[in-house]
């Protein structure tokens, strides 16, 4: 990955964090552009986790505390922190169990805390004509096939991992693919017909349903 990749302060994502939202952890916080967008909007409490060891002179002085490591094992590090807020921004899709994760969190919420994330979909009228009308399923070093994305969502699977984790998901928005000339002609009926074509990407924003 290139250090831009690391860097995108993901405005999309900041504007579905809660304002109230005192203490935040940021889980593949990169090198902390999201932190900076939300410390920007609004002073707060700012936890990060980062797999990348480069990130760390990024995060300094601007995350409070710091974890460089998985998701998993920096949430298990932190595990005695709790939240207002816990992003998860292009993560849940690269871990073997997402869901474990999912629950995780949820655990390390204060009451009334949400967890927001950005989760590629994958019934995307562009990876839907690669692969039944051309037989491809071709992974690249970016986008909806990136060749280190393990599991994929659609809007349905995506509720039903929120639910999985005992969070309901109160406010879903999308990101839309800007398809090339020759796709956008035969992308047009079938988005038509079908909304979640033509996105590319849902933000997600959930808070825990109560414990039963």
């Not at 760390?56 to 094992?73: F, K, N």
């Not at 986008?143 to 809007?155: A, C, E, I, S, V």
Request: charged share 25%; with cysteine.
């Amino acid at each position: 990955m290139t250090d831009a990749y690391y860097s995108q302060p993901r405005t999309d994502v900041a504007a579905l964090v809660p304002d109230n939202a005192a203490r935040v952890l940021d889980v593949g916080c990169g090198f902390g552009a999201l932190g900076r967008e939300l410390h920007a909007r609004k002073p707060r409490t700012l936890h990060g986790i980062e797999r990348n060891p480069a990130a760390a002179s990024h995060l300094q002085g601007l995350y409070q505390r710091y974890v460089i490591g998985d998701a998993e094992a920096g949430l298990d590090e932190l595990r005695a922190e709790r939240y207002g807020c816990i992003v998860f921004a292009d993560v849940l899709e690269h871990l073997v169990d997402p869901w474990a994760v999912l629950r995780k969190a949820r655990a390390m919420l204060l009451p009334g805390g949400a967890v927001v994330a950005s989760i590629p979909n994958v019934r995307n009228i562009a990876v839907l004509f690669n692969l039944v009308l051309r037989g491809r399923w071709r992974y690249e070093d970016s986008g909806l096939l990136d060749r280190t994305h393990l599991r994929f969502f659609t809007r349905a699977e995506i509720h039903e991992l929120y639910a999985s984790a005992g969070l309901a998901i109160e406010r879903i928005e999308v990101n839309r693919d800007r398809f090339r000339p020759a796709l956008r002609l035969v992308a047009a009926l079938p988005t038509l017909l079908v909304p979640d074509f033509s996105v590319c990407q849902f933000l997600v924003r959930g808070r825990a349903t109560p414990s039963t």
